[in-house]
């Protein structure tokens, strides 16, 4: 709402109405009888100003009926009737009004300035547009979907409250040579994005930049260069199947499959996998798990249900050296972990601190030996799964020493008697 | 609605089979399109004026009441008129609603270019009413009653007019003045077509 005080000249910028194929005005300067229509106007017309600024207009009565004045008549604006000492008559027909220190528009369409006669009737109106130009996008960031399109996001400047409406327009063109081209999908992943959905040229750059704008000015983000391969993500690894490793209670086999999209073209592809108990919202990240399409999740609790998601990143595509993007995640898929079978504590395994399998010093040592095996060996895998082969053995072993010592206390029990004859 | 479910003429008919009670499903369905439609209108005001700003939409807000090309309000002696005659009256306004509802789409398109949902109703609207003018052109026909004929495209009117300087104030207002004109329209027809209903008192 308007300050009450009557501010220096106006800095309206009068922008002309365009011209539209209104079929339904009616012809200006023909009023209806007591329809009120286009009695009085009012100058300027759909004024655009900056917050802050101020406004001097006028009401002028047309004089039909005749010897209508401009004596009783009164302004609102959105609604809201005007101190009277904001508004002075400048003749017999005319009102004049001045607004200072206005503020940004309530609403896109524009503030609603209307002239009243004394019995309240509208007799014209005008629409304010009050706000501020936009300021420089910035932070764009693209992605590729398996190279066949690019979306791009982008922040707008000012946290984008110019009050007016503005308009975002994606632009970009090849590097070195090429025309200008416009992004025409907007609002694919948010308020301000676009997708290109084809003819992308690779290995070749791009300059891709926002330009926004609105009834006070314009701005331009700074050019973001980059080539598709350099940010090309895909679909989440599809086929993800969790299941139990033999007997092993503390742990699950996680396999998947290698995107069908890019899966001629991942040579160094990377993987993440993260899994979590089923009832908590806390989920642990696998991150070391370099170009295979399987992993063994090691130091879980016995007996629990976990779900587990894998998502890929195909960096090294095509030789780009950048980061890549990674996929969205799987969708979660649930296996269980046996129950343990030795006593304990709560009726179930120790199981370690978070979950991870390099808790407790014998599997940390562990860890550590299979760390160096992988660097200077090529069968880490391998190694796990003698390791694995190995402790089912011992468990297998520690059973059959028990009932051996079981059979033992009672054949000593016998020999004790004498040896059998 | 289709016209084939309307016609009373089709020679293969079984001459036993009293045209009646197709006309009546015909009209029941015609009212029930109706009644919705009085209802979709109204949301379709609320949603305008809500767009728009404040004083539209306010208690008491009287704009001035500018004339629409080929269009006016339903007559104070509209509900004097024989059915048939209402009806007629309806179903032209129902025609000549459809392309005014364009202009203030796009219009708001304009002005409120984020309004997804007006501009979706305001698109809504001149199918509506498209749909629902065929529907009482058809119960018409099955009345055998004569309905209007072809009648002359407004564009020359209404090109004059489109060349006159609009403001936005004014583009509002008239905005305003076609949404309550379908409102007003669509829940005329349906009370005429609540004469011609089961249970009604005609």
Not at chain 1, 35 to 58: E, F, K, N, R, Y
Not at chain 1, 66 to 88: D, K
Not at chain 2, 24 to 35: D, G, N, P, V
């Given at each position: 709402m308007p300050a009450g005080r009557p501010g220096p000249a106006a800095q309206s910028a009068r922008r002309p109405p365009p011209l539209l194929p209104l079929l339904l005005l009616?012809?200006?300067?023909?009023?209806?009888?007591?329809?009120?229509?286009?009695?009085?106007?009012?100058?300027?017309?759909?004024?655009?100003?900056?917050?802050?600024?101020?406004?001097?207009?006028?009401c002028s009565v047309h004089g039909?009926?005749?010897?209508?004045?401009?004596?009783?008549?009164?302004?609102?604006?959105?609604?809201?009737?005007?101190?009277?000492?904001?508004?002075?008559?400048?003749?017999?027909?005319?009102?004049?009004?001045?607004?200072?220190?206005l503020n940004g528009s309530r609403q896109q369409s524009g503030d609603n300035l209307v002239c009243h006669a004394r019995d309240g009737s509208i007799l014209a109106g005008s629409c304010l547009?009050?706000?501020?130009?936009?300021?420089?996008?910035?932070?764009?960031?693209?992605?590729?979907?398996?190279m066949k399109d690019l979306t791009c996001r982008w922040t707008p400047g000012a946290h984008g409250e110019t009050f007016l409406h503005t308009n975002y327009s994606l632009k970009y063109k090849l590097r070195w040579y090429g025309q200008d081209n416009t992004c025409e999908e907007y609002h694919t992943v948010g308020p301000h994005s676009c997708h290109i959905p084809k003819d992308l040229a690779l290995f070749t750059p791009?300059?891709?930049?926002?330009?926004?704008?609105?009834?006070?000015?314009?701005?331009?983000?700074?050019?973001?260069?980059?080539?598709?391969?350099?940010?090309?993500?895909?679909?989440?690894?599809p086929e993800v199947h969790v299941s139990r490793v033999g007997g092993l209670e503390d742990q699950l086999s996680v396999r998947w499959v290698s995107p069908p999209a890019l899966k001629d073209f991942l040579f160094q592809a990377k993987y993440q996998i993260r899994y979590r108990v089923e009832d908590s919202v806390d989920w642990k990240v696998v991150d070391d798990v370099s170009n295979q399409t399987s992993c063994r999740l090691a130091g879980l609790k016995p007996g629990t249900v976990y779900f587990?998601?894998?998502?890929?990143?195909?960096?090294?595509?095509?030789?780009?050296?950048?980061?890549?993007?990674?996929?969205?995640?799987?969708?979660?898929?649930?296996?269980?972990?046996?129950?343990?079978?030795?006593?304990?504590?709560?009726?179930?395994?120790?199981?370690?601190?978070?979950?991870?399998?390099?808790?407790?010093?014998?599997?940390?040592?562990?860890?550590?030996?299979?760390?160096?095996?992988?660097?200077?060996?090529?069968?880490?895998?391998?190694?796990?799964?003698?390791?694995?082969?190995?402790?089912?053995?011992?468990?297998?072993?520690h059973k059959t020493r028990n009932q051996d010592e079981g059979i033992l206390s009672s054949g000593r029990r016998g020999a004790a008697r004498g040896p059998a004859r | 609605m289709s016209r084939r479910e309307g016609s009373l003429e089709d020679p293969q008919a079984?001459?036993?089979?009293?045209?009646?009670?197709?006309?009546?499903?015909?009209?029941?369905?015609?009212?029930?399109?109706?009644?919705?439609?009085?209802?979709?209108?109204?949301?379709?005001?609320q949603e305008y004026v809500q767009h728009q700003g404040d004083p539209f939409g306010l208690p008491g807000f009287s704009p001035p009441r500018l004339p629409v090309a080929d269009l006016s309000a339903p007559a104070p002696g509209h509900a004097g008129l024989p059915?048939?005659?209402?009806?007629?009256?309806?179903?032209?306004?129902?025609?000549?609603?459809?392309?005014?509802?364009?202009?203030?789409?796009?219009?708001?398109a304009e002005l409120n270019p984020r309004a997804l949902r007006l501009l979706r109703r305001l698109e809504d609207a001149a199918r509506q009413a498209r749909a629902l003018g065929a529907a009482v052109e058809a119960v018409l026909a099955a009345l055998g009653a004569e309905t209007r004929g072809p009648r002359p495209e407004p564009a020359a009117a209404a090109m004059a007019a489109a060349t006159a300087t609009a403001g936005v104030f004014p583009a509002k207002v008239l905005g305003l003045r076609v949404c309550g004109l379908y409102r007003e329209w669509v829940s005329r027809t349906e009370a005429d077509l609540g004469q011609l209903a089961p249970g009604g008192p005609a």
């Open positions: 009616c012809v200006l300067g023909a009023p209806q009888a007591g329809s009120g229509a286009d009695t009085a106007v009012i100058s300027p017309q759909d004024p655009t100003l900056l917050i802050g600024s101020s406004l001097q207009a006028t039909d009926p005749p010897g209508a004045t401009a004596e009783g008549l009164y302004w609102t604006l959105n609604g809201h009737r005007l101190p009277p000492e904001l508004s002075r008559m400048l003749n017999a027909s005319t009102l004049a009004l001045a607004l200072a220190n547009y009050v706000g501020l130009p936009p300021e420089k996008p910035f932070n764009i960031s693209c992605w590729s979907k398996n791009y300059e891709i930049w926002v330009e926004a704008t609105n009834r006070l000015g314009s701005a331009r983000s700074d050019v973001l260069t980059l080539d598709i391969l350099d940010v090309v993500t895909t679909d989440p690894p587990v998601q894998v998502r890929c990143n195909p960096f090294g595509i095509y030789g780009s050296k950048k980061a890549g993007i990674w996929s969205e995640w799987s969708h979660p898929t649930a296996a269980s972990t046996p129950r343990s079978e030795r006593p304990g504590p709560g009726g179930g395994a120790c199981e370690p601190r978070g979950g991870e399998p390099s808790s407790g010093p014998v599997r940390r040592e562990l860890k550590q030996f299979l760390g160096w095996l992988k660097k200077h060996a090529y069968c880490s895998n391998l190694s796990f799964r003698l390791y694995d082969q190995w402790r089912a053995w011992m468990q297998k072993s | 079984d001459s036993s089979i009293s045209p009646l009670p197709h006309l009546e499903s015909k009209i029941q369905q015609t009212h029930s399109l109706a009644r919705l439609l009085t209802k979709y209108a109204e949301q379709l005001l059915v048939p005659e209402r009806l007629r009256l309806d179903e032209a306004a129902l025609a000549a609603l459809p392309p005014l509802l364009d202009v203030v789409r796009r219009r708001q």
